[in-house]
Structure formats: C-alpha cells, structure tokens
C-alpha cells in the first residue's frame, strides 16, 4: 500500500498502540489504520466509554499537530477513494482523515497522540458525526 500524503512511499507494517496494528509511512510518519483493525481494538476499550462533549475538546492546547501533511488531500491505500475529513476544533485545529468507502483511518503525525490526550482515541468515528463537524463549523 502507498501513503496517502507522501505517494510515494509504501507502508510498512507497525503498532500504534496495545493491540492496535496499522500501517506506518517511513517518509511522513502518518499511520493506517484499516476499519477492521480499529473496530476489533474498539471493541477492548473500556476506558471511554461515552465520547466527551464537544464543549470539552474545543480549544483545548495539544501539542504536535498539525502535521505538514494535514493539508494534503488523500487517497484510501485500500481502495483508492477520496479519503473525508474531520475537522478536530483545538488549538491548533486539525484533521482527520476517513475513507468514506471502507472507513480506513488516516492519522497524520502526532495525531494519535493528540486524540489520546483529548479522550477519543476509542471514538473516531464521533468525530464524523454531523453534530460534531457542525460545531466544528
């Protein structure tokens, strides 16, 4: 599979986190992370169990994002569609990227960190919600 952001680099395979394999680009150190693995990791996670309010990630500081790359659109590695954003209101905002076709998950560098701090590590796919990214707006 290819990068997403830097199109010529291949991924290689990697651990994010406990349990939790992906995909890891040499060149711009963004992570794959494919539906199936995510869900299965998911599932184990107990920590958060209810996302946290909107209210209580806006503005928060993180640091380490956004990467270069944020800004470049993508292609899914997986099945070549264009991958959807989601914008994470903190200080600095950035983006998320999902594959609306096989919802693969993008993270650019430092982003898994930042949704670590922030508490949705487990909860991705609320962030692609409507009433999430209607805040974000």
């Given amino acids: 599979m290819k990068c997403p952001k830097d199109k010529s680099s291949h991924l290689s395979a990697s ?22 693995q995510y869900e299965e990791w998911q599932t184990q996670q107990t920590e958060f169990e209810k996302p946290p309010a909107i209210s209580d990630v806006v503005g928060q500081v993180v640091t380490g994002v956004p990467a270069l790359q944020d800004g470049n659109a993508g292609l899914c590695p997986e099945c070549s569609s264009y991958l959807k954003r989601a914008r994470v209101d903190t200080q600095p905002s950035f983006y998320l990227d999902r594959c609306p076709n096989c919802n693969g998950i993008w993270l650019d560098q430092g982003e898994w960190e930042a949704l670590g701090k922030l508490g949705l590590g487990a909860k991705i796919p609320h962030l692609f919600s409507s009433q999430w990214q209607l805040h974000a707006r």
């Fill in 15 to 36: 651990r994010l986190s406990s349990g939790l394999d992906a995909s890891h680009c040499p060149t711009c150190a963004g992570y794959w992370i494919s539906a199936l």
